[in-house]
């Protein structure tokens, strides 16, 4: 079996070219192939597939651009439906999905499009998600365009109290690729509200900085086959009581990358995203690999991803 593509969606806004640039990086990065998708929402089958020879406006203005003939692998492929069913099902092929934060459709105010959350609460893959130059924090350069950090950093968000190995083993693999240090983030909340009554009560009978050196062990148990597999990579972490999104959007500042488990709970009306994967796309400077945990559904995992329920679901627009 060959290496699995990196794939993108496209549909000719700069939201999607910024996506599309940091595709052909990973799979760069990754010597994988690359594959440009445009979904066409009124096209039929059979005009969408014409549309990879060159009747596809989108994809024709992109198949000369510089970047991509560096690339020794790339094509072009056009899809009839809706963008945000069928880029979703494009994780079950790929090893990762991008996308910019912003398509053209929708309302141009909003931080995060239907299709990235759709994409991040459903794919088989991990999905990343390119943020607009805009967002509150942001530097950019004389080109409008995000500066990169100083120091080269991804940053992972992680439950101490809960496994999630295909987040952290996407993020340290990612660390390595780029030669990054890995900054590891985890928060906690204080006091512990936990029912029933005594269940409340035992926990109160250790200290704050007991719980804390208890999660402690905990993350370092999960860190360590990690460390062993890439021990090249830096690693330090970050543990204290408070908003884990507000800590990871704070440190999206300084880093290349942040990567999150998904943590979903399978809703009545369908998957959503937890709480901490939904804030930190929503206001992340940098961009964010949201990982599923298994491919349940699609076939079997590459590095990672998290879908569990041990979170707190909140998604839509």
Do not use: K
């Given at each position: 079996?060959?290496?699995?593509?990196?794939?993108?969606?496209?549909?000719?806004?700069?939201?999607?070219?910024?996506?599309?640039?940091?595709?052909?990086?990973?799979?760069?990065?990754?010597?994988?192939?690359?594959?440009?998708?445009?979904?066409?929402?009124?096209?039929?089958?059979?005009?969408?597939?014409?549309?990879?020879?060159?009747?596809?406006?989108v994809l024709a203005d992109l198949r000369d651009r510089p970047f991509l003939a560096e690339l020794p692998q790339v094509a072009f492929r056009g899809l009839s439906g809706l963008a945000?069913?069928?880029?979703?099902?494009?994780?079950?092929?790929?090893?990762?999905?991008?996308?910019?934060?912003?398509?053209?459709?929708?309302?141009?105010?909003?931080?995060?499009?239907?299709?990235?959350?759709?994409?991040?609460?459903?794919?088989?893959?991990?999905?990343v998600v390119v943020p607009r130059p805009d967002r509150a924090g942001a530097e950019r350069g004389p080109d409008g365009e995000l500066v990169p950090p100083a120091v080269r950093q991804v940053t992972l968000g992680v439950d101490a109290s809960s496994d999630e190995p295909a987040a952290i083993g996407f993020a340290f693999a990612e660390a390595a690729r780029?030669?990054?240090?890995?900054?590891?983030?985890?928060?906690?909340?204080?006091?512990?509200?936990?029912?029933?009554?005594?269940?409340?009560?035992?926990?109160?009978?250790?200290?704050?900085?007991e719980y804390e050196d208890a999660l402690g062990l905990q993350l370092v148990d999960a860190l360590a086959p990690h460390r062993v597999r890439y021990p090249g990579v830096e690693v330090a972490v970050q543990l204290r009581a408070g908003d884990a999104a507000g800590q990871l959007v704070a440190a999206s500042a300084g880093s290349d990358?942040?990567?999150?488990?998904?943590?979903?709970?399978?809703?009545?009306?369908?998957?959503?995203?937890?709480?901490?994967?939904?804030?930190?796309?929503?206001?992340?400077?940098?961009?964010?690999?949201?990982?599923?945990?298994?491919?349940?559904?699609?076939?079997?995992?590459?590095?990672?991803g998290a879908e569990g329920d041990a979170s707190e679901g909140a998604a839509g627009e």
């Open positions: 079996m060959g290496t699995l593509p990196v794939i993108v969606g496209v549909d000719g806004s700069p939201d999607s070219e910024r996506a599309l640039r940091w595709a052909a990086d990973a799979a760069r990065e990754r010597s994988a192939p690359l594959q440009v998708v445009h979904v066409w929402p009124y096209a039929t089958a059979e005009r969408a597939a014409a549309g990879e020879q060159g009747g596809d406006p945000d069913t069928e880029l979703p099902a494009l994780g079950a092929e790929g090893q990762l999905l991008v996308l910019g934060s912003r398509g053209r459709g929708g309302f141009a105010s909003l931080l995060l499009g239907s299709n990235g959350l759709a994409c991040a609460a459903r794919s088989a893959c991990p999905v780029r030669g990054a240090r890995l900054q590891v983030v985890s928060g906690y909340t204080w006091p512990m509200l936990l029912p029933p009554a005594f269940e409340y009560a035992a926990v109160y009978e250790s200290t704050q900085q990358l942040v990567v999150v488990a998904r943590h979903r709970r399978r809703l009545p009306i369908g998957p959503r995203l937890g709480s901490v994967a939904h804030a930190v796309l929503l206001h992340a400077i940098c961009p964010i690999a949201v990982v599923p945990e298994t491919r349940d559904e699609n076939g079997p995992a590459e590095s990672g």
